[in-house]
């Protein structure tokens, strides 16, 4: 706590040596009332979860593996601009903490040097018309070295300390100026909505402005990523002139 420099987010932390994962945690504590700001952390997670139902490895001791409870007053169709909002926030949070230049692969991978170091997995508890509460898991591999990599992993995958010559970092430094980024993100959100922080994600993204190659459930689509909508949908200028939306998909 002696650390922290938020007013809400982080002020309740529940800290578990060993969980499932630390979405389940939080999902229940959310359905029991727990405030906003409510975070949960784990030493290790026996079943990580990431995004489109893969397994995310969260090794004891070496990484940050958590989940932070929000409620902000909006219809459940703008909770992925949360999403978009934390992948800015941990970017800028992992370049404040280490000095390391971090970027954004969409949706939400944060790579440096082109490999991925952090990802952001965002569920929500719901009314049709109102959102009760957003559960955003950041996983952030911050202090595994070469060998706590499997080997097919390590051209893709890196942590913190690996691009730092191996040297390591404090994660309740990393864990901090994280939280205090998403904080001051939030309000601005709540305040003035989501223009800024759609601005701010496009200029930390790797993928906009290149040539990508885009892998849906039910198709292939290369062309130019010309920048996101308001909804974080990708927008893919293809070589005939037509503009694709992609809202779920693997890029190269
Ligand atoms: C992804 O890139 O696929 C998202 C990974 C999200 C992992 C984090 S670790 C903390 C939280 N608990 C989980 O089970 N998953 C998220």
Redesign the pocket.
Same mark, same amino acid.
């Given at each position: 706590k002696a650390r922290l420099h938020t007013k809400k987010m982080g002020h309740s932390i529940i800290y578990k040596k060993e969980v499932t994962?630390?979405?389940e945690v939080a999902h229940e504590l959310a359905r029991n009332g727990a405030e906003e700001g409510t975070v949960v952390v784990a030493e290790t997670?026996q079943? =990580?979860?990431?995004?489109?139902n893969?397994e995310?490895h969260?090794p004891s001791g070496t990484g940050l593996?958590?989940?932070l409870i929000l409620r902000p007053d909006v219809i459940p169709q703008k909770a992925p601009q949360l999403t978009l909002l934390t992948a800015v926030a941990v970017t800028e949070g992992i370049m404040e903490a280490t000095g390391i230049q971090a970027q954004i692969k969409w949706p939400?991978?944060i790579l440096i040097d082109d490999k991925k170091t952090a990802?952001?997995?965002t569920e929500m508890q719901s009314e049709p018309d109102r959102v009760q509460a957003v559960i955003i898991?950041? =996983?952030l591999n911050i202090n595994q070295q070469a060998e706590h990599f499997p080997a097919e992993l390590l051209t893709k995958a890196t942590s913190l300390a690996l691009e730092n010559d191996g040297t390591t970092f404090q994660r309740a430094d990393v864990i901090s100026a994280i939280l205090k980024r998403i904080e001051q993100w939030y309000f601005h959100f709540l305040q003035y909505g989501f223009k800024e922080i759609r601005k701010r994600w496009e200029s930390l993204a790797v993928t906009i402005g290149k040539e990508i190659t885009a892998v849906t459930m039910t198709k292939t689509v290369s062309g130019l990523a010309e920048g996101i909508t308001e909804d974080g949908v990708l927008l893919l200028k293809k070589q005939d002139g037509t503009t694709e939306y992609i809202y779920s998909a693997d890029i190269d």
């Open positions: 994962s630390t979405q997670q079943k =990580g979860k990431g995004r489109l893969r995310w969260s593996w958590f989940s939400n991978d990802g952001i997995l898991g950041i =996983g």
